[in-house]
């Protein structure tokens, strides 16, 4: 079956840039089918939306964050990757990466890397 | 930005008793509406699609209904296992969003 598994720091200093990556096992990133986002939460919230990439390369974003963020895709290492720049701690949140497919909600998640922003 | 508004924002039940949490969205969203369980410390599991449809494996306690901007999650008789936080997410238009959340205890 399909896993996803995120990779990445678990601490980042403030002002600094966040990179995480999003390995897909048990599939092709490139089924047309699909779409891959990130999820971020904060410890005691809901889950928050950060934005999406399509095999194409396509991507949209939340635009609360649209303007530090940037998600790729690699069809090659069937992998997708986060950059969230100048990071703070309002930042600081447990990050998923997930697999969603029009018309359904998000059916398989990565176990998620708790990320502390801290100097 | 669609707002999603869960109520209430916590409960305790009964083994047995039955469970009702409402999903509320400032816009319609048609039925493009999905509801997760979150067990302590685990990742969010996809429950319901569609407002109503249930997720293979899902148990046949938990059903959804809804349409439009009014929606809700029932569980028909309450188990120890379903301790967890249950959310909602529209995902007709984005930027996706979830509910804050409605935390289930017994």
């Known amino acids: 079956q399909v896993r996803l598994q995120e990779s990445g720091p678990g601490l980042v200093k403030p002002s600094q840039t966040l990179s995480l990556t999003c390995t897909v096992s048990g599939g092709s990133i490139s089924s047309g089918s699909y779409h891959w986002s990130w999820i971020r939460q904060p410890a005691g919230k809901g889950p928050e939306w950060i934005g999406r990439?399509?095999?194409?390369?396509?991507?949209n974003y939340n635009p609360s964050l649209k303007t530090r963020v940037t998600i790729s895709i690699d069809t090659s290492k069937n992998q997708f990757s986060l950059k969230l720049t100048s990071m703070t701690a309002a930042d600081t949140a447990v990050y998923y990466c997930?697999?969603?497919?029009?018309?359904?909600?998000?059916?398989?998640w990565g176990q998620g890397t708790m990320v502390t922003v801290s100097s | 930005d669609i707002q999603m508004t869960q109520s209430p924002s916590s409960l305790s039940a009964s083994v047995g008793d039955r469970v009702t949490i409402t999903c509320r969205a400032t816009?319609?969203?048609?039925?493009?509406l999905a509801w997760y369980q979150q067990k302590p410390g685990r990742v969010p599991k996809l429950l319901i699609n569609?407002?109503?449809t249930l997720q293979s494996g899902v148990p046949s306690r938990f059903s959804g209904s809804g349409s439009g901007t009014d929606f809700t999650l029932t569980i028909s008789s309450l188990q120890p296992e379903d301790v967890a936080i249950y959310f909602c997410q529209e995902y007709d238009i984005a930027p996706l969003t979830f509910g804050g959340g409605t935390k289930v205890e017994i």
């Open positions: 997930a697999r969603r497919a029009a018309g359904f909600g998000f059916d398989i």
């Open positions: 569609a407002a109503s």
């Open positions: 816009q319609g969203v048609s039925n493009y």
């Open positions: 990439v399509y095999s194409s390369g396509s991507t």
